[in-house]
T-cell receptor, first 115, second 113 residues
Framework: DVKVTQSSRYLVKRTGEKVFLECVQDMDHENMFWYRQDPGLGLRLIYFSYDVKMKEKGDIPEGYSVSREKKERFSLILESASTNQTSMYLC??????????????FGQGTRLTVV | DQQVKQNSPSLSVQEGRISILNCDYTNSMFDYFLWYKKYPAEGPTFLISISSIKDKNEDGRFTVFLNKSAKHLSLHIVPSQPGDSAVYFCAASEVNRDDKIIFGKGTRLHILP
């Protein structure tokens, strides 16, 4: 079974703090994604990466950065957390469709609260 | 601008009947479509997908229909069961472009006893 593991289920951080959300997948997938889920807004793509050290902005990259130094790990960084970044954060991974991949597999999510 | 639209925020269906969840998209370059199911406090789980070269894909109780000319897809669940109560997300991708997966806002399905 594909496993995508997010380092924390729940986090509470203070405004202005630098926050790291970690995600690890064990299936050698090329693609990795970070989404946030908010009520009434669905899943919105923040950043994705199709290879080590490669990243692409999604629909809402402002206030976030990412790091992919190893294939299995994709980190989301909130440089200076703000209350409007309180959300459920979801990491996902998938194979490249060109190599037979189709669906993305998600981690369990990290509920981040910024106070 | 929203590229994947799920216009019904919620839907209630009697247990045993058919549930039909709808999804529209605006980007005609999308060539791969997926449905995910999400329970509270869990990550979404993949349900079923369809390539743009097909108009129907079936997997057990789940069938997805694609109407490319209308830029519309639907997920049929029959018969509906209590465990089907969840939020369902429609998603789309241009697999020959950038592998980005775009999600709709979701539809909350309630299965009534």
């Amino acid at each position: 079974d594909v496993k995508v593991t997010q380092s924390s289920r729940y986090l509470v951080k203070r405004t202005g703090e630098k926050v790291f959300l970690e995600c690890v997948q064990d299936m050698d997938h090329e693609n990795m994604f970070w989404y946030r889920q908010d009520p009434g807004l669905g899943l919105r793509l923040i950043y994705f990466s199709y290879d080590v050290k490669m990243k692409e902005k999604g629909d809402i990259p402002e206030g976030y950065s990412v790091s992919r130094e190893k294939k299995e790990r994709f980190s989301l960084i909130l440089e200076s957390a703000s209350t409007n970044q309180t959300s459920m954060y979801l990491c996902a991974s998938s194979l490249l469709p060109r190599t037979g991949g189709t669906e993305a597999f998600f981690g369990q999510g990290t509920r981040l609260t910024v106070v | 601008d929203q590229q994947v639209k799920q216009n019904s925020p919620s839907l209630s269906v009697q247990e045993g009947r058919i549930s039909i969840l709808n999804c529209d998209y605006t980007n005609s370059m999308f060539d791969y479509f997926l449905w995910y199911k999400k329970y509270p406090a869990e990550g979404p789980t993949f349900l079923i997908s369809i390539s743009s070269i097909k108009d129907k894909n079936e997997d057990g109780r789940f069938t997805v229909f694609l109407n490319k000319s209308a830029k519309h897809l639907s997920l049929h669940i029959v018969p509906s069961q209590p465990g089907d109560s969840a939020v369902y997300f429609c998603a789309a991708s241009e697999v020959n472009r950038d592998d980005k997966i775009i999600f709709g806002k979701g539809t909350r399905l309630h299965i009534l006893p």
